[in-house]
């Protein structure tokens, strides 16, 4: 058996001299880089690996291929400097990604044939990756499939979240019940990560703000925090299918400011050394706590804040680099308020401009209202997301003094248009004023940005009807629809490869990129050939 692995080698290093072991795509090169990667980075052999030895063997060799195309595409992106679409979005749904990468790349087959050679079934492997516990349903998924279009369309866009440790969770059915138990979906590690600790940024929470005179006269805000710990960036490449683009998913890990407390634990106060790093990391353990108790509903707020600044951070520290004076920030990113999770960032963007890096309010608010951009998931009045005033001044108590100015201002503009209204203008205001009193995040929202949309067409129109009518009265012009898509590459392609090749016998090539093609199917629809072929394609996906 030795011998005969050591001349399969032997052969498929000659074969594959030619290409890079890193880069190549041939079936030669796949092999010999499964066998390099089981060996050198999981420290196994072929006939002793597990199949998550084989499995992260496999996905590190199609990695080096996506980071190879990806550090091509941050060179191209740096020599252009592209106006960036950044999407703010508490969830992602992408599913997992050594199929899809596969598939994007064009090397499925081949990679299949590689495996075969040593008697490993691709299938298998496919199906061994764990779910990535990022998102829940809908809103992530869409957050993934338009990162996924954005890539395949060669746009230049990043997308920033949360790099939750635990999913909602994994289900269970036993005696015909559910039964929910931990999704610990990084048990094994994640393949397709690339940890950042150099780019981190500090989140403030609590505490108070001091206003003062600065030595040019002009009134000023500082915020003293009651307690700082840090967002820490890991990175997983987003592939365009069939072309060179890959496009980044920054993802915000939380972690202590400083730490292990070794003062505490030499004064024998063990569990006190480790107590602000634990404290500080349960901000992205868990994606979306329960929020019914008032716990669940600061840990949320939080985790909201959290992703938003790290990100809006990552994005100034970006633009420096370009040299574009700070007034045209938006000229260089377009932020997408994915429903109303990240609407913090209006409030945010505005502390970090005024208060960081000393714009007057009026460019800092210019800036903002052309940066942003919000999409709305929802007609239910009680479910448009909403915070109570005495929570929102213990957690973040700048930007409450942020959000009551833009409502000012805002209202001041409402009250000139419609003079004597003041039940519009009740309607309308950021803060609702029912006891306890409430910051409405969707107002902020709709204030903050330059455009609203809805998620289909009789959705948007009915935002304009219903829940966001005084906004669509005073600005119709921001109101616009968008409907949510749906990647036919991972819901057909490779969730029913017999339907993709009958697709495309039928119709060419082509319809996995533009989906109107497949109205070409209706010429067959009386075919009883054609029939017959669809009936199959759909059993042996059912027997699968």
Same mark, same amino acid.
């Given at each position: 058996?030795?011998?005969?692995?050591?001349?399969?080698?032997?052969?498929?290093?000659?074969?594959?001299?030619?290409?890079?072991?890193?880069?190549?795509?041939?079936?030669?090169?796949?092999?010999?880089?499964?066998?390099?990667?089981?060996? $050198? /980075?999981?420290?196994?052999?072929?006939? /002793?690996?597990?199949?998550?030895?084989?499995?992260?063997?496999?996905?590190?060799?199609?990695?080096?291929?996506?980071?190879?195309?990806?550090?091509?595409?941050? *060179?191209? $992106?740096? +020599?252009?400097? %592209?106006?960036?679409?950044?999407?703010?979005?508490?969830? $992602?749904? %992408?599913?997992?990604?050594?199929?899809?990468?596969?598939?994007?790349? &064009?090397?499925?087959?081949?990679?299949?044939?590689?495996?075969?050679?040593?008697?490993?079934?691709?299938?298998?492997?496919?199906?061994?990756?764990?779910?990535?516990?990022?998102?829940?349903?809908?809103?992530?998924?869409?957050?993934?499939?338009?990162?996924?279009?954005?890539?395949?369309? *060669?746009?230049?866009?990043?997308?920033?979240?949360?790099?939750?440790?635990?999913?909602?969770?994994?289900?269970?059915?036993?005696? @015909?019940?559910?039964?929910?138990?931990?999704?610990?979906?990084?048990?094994?590690?994640?393949?397709?990560?690339?940890?950042?600790? *150099?780019?981190?940024?500090?989140?403030?929470? @609590? #505490?108070?703000?001091?206003?003062?005179?600065?030595?040019? @006269?002009?009134?000023?805000?500082?915020?003293?925090?009651?307690?700082?710990?840090?967002?820490?960036?890991?990175?997983?490449?987003?592939?365009?299918?069939?072309?060179?683009?890959?496009?980044?998913?920054?993802?915000?890990?939380?972690?202590?400011?400083?730490?292990?407390?070794?003062?505490?634990?030499?004064?024998?106060? $063990?569990?006190?050394?480790?107590?602000?790093?634990?404290?500080?990391?349960?901000?992205? =353990? /868990?994606?979306?706590?329960?929020?019914?108790?008032? @716990?669940?509903?600061?840990l949320r707020l939080l985790q909201q804040h959290f992703f938003v600044t790290c990100s809006l951070q990552d994005m100034l520290?970006?633009?420096?680099?370009?040299?574009?004076?700070?007034? +045209?920030?938006?000229?260089?990113?377009?932020?997408?308020?994915?429903?109303?999770?990240?609407?913090?960032?209006?409030?945010?963007?505005?502390?970090?401009?005024?208060?960081?890096?000393?714009?007057?309010?009026?460019?800092?608010?210019?800036?903002?209202?052309?940066?942003?951009?919000?999409?709305?998931?929802?007609?239910?009045?009680?479910?448009?997301?909403?915070?109570?005033?005495?929570?929102?001044?213990?957690?973040?108590?700048?930007?409450?003094?942020?959000?009551?100015?833009?409502?000012? +201002?805002?209202?001041?503009?409402?009250?000139?248009?419609?003079?004597?209204?003041?039940?519009? /203008?009740?309607?309308?205001?950021?803060?609702?004023?029912?006891?306890?009193?409430? !910051?409405?995040?969707?107002?902020?929202?709709?204030?903050?940005?330059?455009?609203?949309? #809805?998620?289909?067409?009789?959705?948007?129109?009915?935002?304009?009807?219903?829940?966001?009518?005084?906004?669509?009265?005073?600005?119709?012009?921001?109101?616009?629809?968008?409907?949510?898509?749906?990647?036919?590459? +991972?819901?057909?392609?490779?969730?029913? %490869?017999?339907?993709?090749?009958?697709?495309?016998?039928?119709? #060419? &090539?082509?319809?996995?990129?533009?989906?109107?093609?497949?109205?070409?199917?209706?010429?067959?629809?009386?075919?009883?050939?054609? *029939?017959?072929?669809?009936?199959? !394609?759909?059993?042996?996906? =059912?027997?699968?």
């Open positions: 058996g030795k011998a005969a692995m050591a001349q399969q080698r032997r052969k498929t290093t000659q074969a594959a001299r030619r290409e890079s072991i890193r880069t190549g795509l041939s079936e030669e090169s796949i092999r010999l880089a499964f066998l390099d990667n089981l060996f $050198y /980075v999981q420290g196994r052999f072929l006939e /002793v690996a597990s199949i998550d030895d084989q499995y992260k063997a496999l996905a590190y060799t199609i990695r080096d291929r996506v980071l190879h195309r990806w550090v091509s595409t941050v *060179q191209t $992106y740096q +020599r252009i400097n %592209p106006r960036t679409v950044c999407y703010l979005s508490a969830e $992602y749904l %992408p599913g997992p990604f050594l199929g899809s990468n596969l598939l994007s790349l &064009g090397i499925e087959e081949n990679t299949r044939k590689a495996l075969a050679g040593l008697d490993l079934d691709l299938d298998t492997l496919i199906a061994h990756e764990e779910e990535p516990g990022l998102g829940n349903g809908g809103l992530g998924r869409l957050a993934a499939c338009f990162m996924d279009s954005l890539a395949s369309l *060669q746009i230049a866009a990043v997308g920033y979240g949360i790099r939750y440790e635990f999913g909602i969770f994994t289900q269970l059915i036993r005696d @015909g019940g559910q039964v929910e138990i931990t999704d610990n979906w990084l048990r094994f590690g994640n393949p397709w990560e690339v940890q950042r600790p *150099q780019i981190a940024y500090d989140v403030k929470l @609590g #505490g108070y703000t001091e206003h003062y005179t600065d030595d040019l @006269g002009i009134f000023r805000v500082r915020w003293a925090p009651h307690d700082v710990f840090r967002g820490v960036a890991i990175d997983t490449p987003i592939v365009g299918h069939g072309v060179s683009t890959v496009n980044l998913l920054r993802l915000w890990s939380a972690k202590a400011a400083e730490g292990f407390d070794f003062h505490a634990f030499n004064r024998g106060d $063990y569990y006190g050394a480790v107590l602000r790093e634990t404290r500080s990391e349960t901000i992205s =353990k /868990v994606l979306y706590p329960n929020d019914e108790q008032d @716990g669940g509903k600061r520290r970006i633009h420096r680099s370009t040299g574009l004076p700070l007034a +045209r920030f938006h000229e260089k990113f377009c932020v997408q308020l994915n429903d109303t999770h990240p609407a913090i960032a209006v409030a945010e963007l505005m502390r970090l401009l005024v208060d960081e890096c000393r714009l007057d309010w009026d460019t800092a608010w210019h800036v903002t209202r052309h940066t942003f951009a919000y999409t709305n998931h929802t007609l239910l009045p009680e479910a448009l997301e909403k915070w109570p005033v005495p929570l929102f001044q213990s957690l973040l108590p700048r930007h409450l003094e942020i959000i009551y100015e833009i409502n000012a +201002r805002f209202l001041d503009e409402v009250r000139g248009r419609y003079p004597r209204d003041e039940e519009r /203008v009740r309607r309308i205001s950021i803060i609702d004023e029912a006891p306890p009193r409430f !910051v409405r995040m969707a107002h902020l929202a709709c204030v903050g940005s330059f455009a609203c949309n #809805g998620v289909a067409q009789l959705h948007s129109r009915l935002l304009a009807q219903t829940v966001l009518r005084d906004f669509h009265d005073l600005w119709p012009e921001k109101f616009q629809n968008k409907t949510n898509g749906v990647t036919p590459r +991972r819901f057909v392609m490779l969730s029913n %490869p017999g339907l993709a090749a009958l697709l495309t016998k039928t119709l #060419g &090539g082509g319809w996995e990129r533009d989906p109107a093609r497949l109205r070409g199917l209706e010429r067959h629809a009386d075919d009883a050939s054609f *029939q017959e072929q669809w009936r199959r !394609v759909k059993l042996e996906r =059912k027997v699968a």
